[in-house]
DNA sequence: CGTGTCGTTGAGGTCGCTCAACACCAGTGG
DNA sequence: CCACTGGTGTTGAGCGACCTCAACGACACG
């Protein structure tokens, strides 16, 4: 069960892009991996003392930040090649609480040994900024859509995404197969879960999704990303 | 104008928190400072090539996002001895657009000098990081407020936020001086500016705040929890 | 088959948005 | 001194996108 970082098939995507080989075995001594969490469990709770970043592996998590009146607000969603965790580097505690939404398995890097050897290479430093970074950047462009999107245009353009993230993967970026449910989909969106049943049906019967429950297949990319508020440069409004 | 970190009244919320005295002259060394920028003036904008971290010294700034039909979503404000561009780390390319609120000035910190010190420091580093973290942490609870609080809560929670940062910088947490325009704030609530507007006057009227233009003096603080969604433990809720 | 979870659909209500008018203030120029 | 202007903030009336509440259907599991 335990593969070292040179074989991993995320190797780019991970900690170690931009690291050399001697390096990379280096930070294989670091990494620890561990047993799979079945659907439900949790990675780790708000709270709970940091200690280790954590990389998907397989499978799918899910971030949640609780209010005080006992609500959920789902924050993302992490596929293969994600890191989780660096909410907690604030003070050493978890902020947030992380859930596998399905049978998933992660790599575990405790961050002091990680931090110790990032000293010494500056590449996996910057890597560890960088990944930071792009966290930022991610919630930020949630943010934009919470604030200034209406709940079409907010699905669509989380459908968008997701086909880029699989894309990335090597997956087929129009069959989906989306790990959450309807719910946490809706939280995730600032919604309610019956807007986007309807969204969905909707975006069937416009013949730009075939829905079967948690399996879409993404129909027409263009009229996809109009939907998304981003008219595409080649495909005129007809409006127009 | 240009004042040593040392003799900074900001120094312990700021970078050099947690280095030693020696650590601190060298970080001197690298920082530097910039001309005031007026009211309206951008730091930088989105698309720049990233160079430096600025750290807030005088004065405000907000930090923006562009939808692609051209719309603003605002992301933040940000107060003396906080730290803006951690967007950029992702790709060495800013992400965002930084704008001046009133007069204000700010510290210059080169990235790649400073990264190249921090490699031999390593409580730089981890301040680093911590910054970074909190970012992160700040735009998770902006989110929890955009997904599930309604307008009422959101502006509680706002305004009794920036009376803990005005706590944080000694100035006094009852009288708040808005830097932003209503429209921004409405913004970055994810509101339109009739709802704040009306909000300010409802606040009033229950005897929360006093409000005359951007002036805020927040006269019931246990009411203003409530409002905020978080009933007061001390104060019990006259209904039960 | 019963039970529970999840997803879909319908009917009705409401919070916050849209649109419009007006108040207030500062700056400008006659 | 006042009129004019533009920017900013407040208030009112009406509407609509999304939420709430409720029922039902589909599927998994015992």
């Given at each position: 069960m335990r593969r070292t970082c040179r074989a991993c098939a995320l190797h780019a995507l991970c900690l170690p892009a931009s690291i050399s080989a001697d390096e990379l075995n280096s930070l294989d001594a670091i990494v620890r991996a561990r047993r799979p969490l079945d659907r439900g469990q949790q990675l780790f709770a708000s709270g709970a003392r940091f200690q280790s970043l954590y990389v998907v592996r397989s499978g799918s998590f899910k971030t949640t930040l609780e209010t005080n009146s006992g609500e959920q607000q789902v924050l993302g969603f992490h596929l293969p090649g994600e890191i989780i965790g660096?909410?907690?580097?604030?003070?050493?505690?978890?902020r947030c609480n992380a859930e596998a939404l399905e049978r998933s398995s992660v790599c575990d890097v405790p961050f002091a040994q990680l931090d110790e050897f990032a000293s010494s290479v500056p590449g996996l430093r910057r890597q560890l900024m960088r990944i930071a970074s792009r966290e930022v950047v991610k919630d930020h462009e949630h943010l934009m859509m919470m604030g200034r999107k209406q709940a079409q245009e907010r699905l669509a353009i989380f459908l968008r995404s997701l086909s880029e993230r699989y894309r990335n993967l090597h997956r087929a970026p129009d069959l989906l197969e989306l790990p959450m449910s309807r719910h946490e989909l809706a939280n995730y969106l600032g919604l309610v879960v019956e807007t986007v049943s309807r969204l969905f049906t909707r975006f069937e019967e416009l013949g730009v999704l075939a829905v079967n429950r948690k399996q879409i297949r993404i129909v027409d990319f263009a009229r996809l990303d109009e939907l998304a508020g981003e008219p595409s440069p080649n495909l005129e409004s007809e409006a127009c």
């Open positions: 660096f909410d907690a580097l604030s003070d050493d505690v978890h």
